[in-house]
Nanobody, 115 residues
């Protein structure tokens, strides 16, 4: 079955950096686009970044120039490098994949940015 396991969240001061990882299994990773979403308390889940099968990337305007999504097909892992973090980046971050008409989510990893 499809499994997505995020890691790398934590508490960081504003201006700091974190690198999130998402280990995928249960499907042929290299053939699918992968995405990172986030959900802050009291807010809807929002798309942060997407990386295609061919490694093309797209970002939310709010993170452009600060976050970088990448993938390692040999490790079935997608990453989110987050630099220049701001308190507004505080949220639970989820990785996601859409396949077979379904959308799959990991359990999420908490990122907290203190001012």
């Amino acid at each position: 079955q499809v499994q997505l396991v995020e890691s790398g969240g934590g508490l960081v001061q504003a201006g700091g950096s974190l690198r999130l990882s998402c280990a995928a299994s249960g499907f042929t990773f290299r053939f699918y686009a992968m995405s990172w979403y986030r959900q802050a308390p009291g807010k809807q889940r929002e798309l942060v970044a997407t990386i295609s099968m061919g490694a093309s990337t797209n970002y939310a305007d709010s993170v452009k120039g600060r976050f970088t999504i990448s993938r390692d097909n040999a490790k079935n892992t997608v990453y989110l490098q987050m630099n220049s973090l701001k308190p507004v980046d505080t949220a639970v971050y989820y990785c996601s994949v859409a396949l077979g008409g379904n959308v799959y989510w990991g359990q999420g990893t908490q990122v907290t940015v203190s001012s």
